[in-house]
């Protein structure tokens, strides 16, 4: 039998090894363009990160106006990582769905017609403003503040040495109606809103 600490090591190695073949999925899903050697290491592993966690989540089928309807993906407070979202996400496609990068300022997050809102560290003091704003929306929220998840948004990542840690607040995903794959939830943190779970 394992010791305590061999245990740990060991189920350590082996979240370590998925969130790594998460990563190595995302890296090749998405083409570096010409122009990504301009953008910083950490741009590069935030855009990687929504793109794989846009084709392991399903919106209902209002969300979409008509079928090959564009993902949209608002930034707000971060206009650079527009442009490199822009730039990286160029040509591609989730089931026949192109992506629009759209940056947003002040409140037009509210009706902005997106699927998945990202929000910069930037807009922290706002951060209760907006997850109540969209509450009753089937928009993905994805944020890089601590506390996000825990605050009613869906998904909060941080980066560690090049390793992105993630929680998800899996009863303020299905209250968006949205569908998180099991594959992605089973190398998240899950928290509800007010209290960590894991």
Known sequence: MLSLSKKLRSRRAAQVALIAT???????AVPQNTNSSEAAPEDLIKTDFIYN??????WPIAAFA??????VIGVLGQDSFADILGRE???KRIDSRPFLVKRLRNKEFRDCGCHILFIASAQNARV???????KHTSVLTIAETRGFAKRGGIINFTLEDATVHFEVNADAARQAGLNIS???LSLANIVQTGTSSR
Do not use: M, N, T, Y
């Open 22 to 28: 998460l990563l190595i999925f995302a890296v090749e």
């Open 53 to 58: 966690v846009a084709k392991l989540v399903e």
């Open 66 to 71: 008509q079928p090959g309807h564009h993902i």
């Open 89 to 91: 996400f160029e040509g």
């Open 128 to 134: 209760d403003e907006i997850i109540q704003a969209l």
């Open 182 to 184: 099991s594959r992605l």
